[in-house]
């Protein structure tokens, strides 16, 4: 008996969320800014390009993974929320912490970091999964998009 030839293949897939390595994180809980900052400045410091982080976060507020999602170029890191909630929804979170370097050393938001945070928290609002803030890091220093009342 011959195959169909009209039929369409599909594949059957499974979706696993790989570990890559771990950090020490002595602060334990994320609760406000300072204390995101203090674990994505790990990641971000010295690098030539914007690199978007996500941190995953229990319901206790502790991180339970850490994800670069995108990395952009010199000045730019275009987000799609949908990649920001597939490395959430597989690190089954509560709430996530997300924040970008500016390698300029400038913290000063730009349009698009305000237009991406207000589609990442209308995802997230529907996916149920908080968005704590959206950090901007520069040199030694950041800003809060919470803060500045973008969130």
Known sequence: MKPDQSAKR???VSIKLVKEGS?????RT????DDGYTLMKEFLDGLDREHFLVVSLDTKNQPVSVNVCHIGSLNASLVHPREVLKVAILSNAAAVMV???HPSGNTEPSREDIEVTKRLREAC???GIHLLDHLIIG????LS???GGHL
Do not use: A, Q
């Open 125 to 127: 609002e529907l996916m």
């Open 30 to 33: 994320i609760h406000r800014p």
């Open 139 to 142: 040199d030694e220093t950041y």
């Open 99 to 101: 924040g970008h370097n």
């Open 10 to 12: 599909v594949d059957i």
């Open 145 to 147: 998009l919470r803060e």
């Open 23 to 27: 950090v020490r994180y002595k602060g």
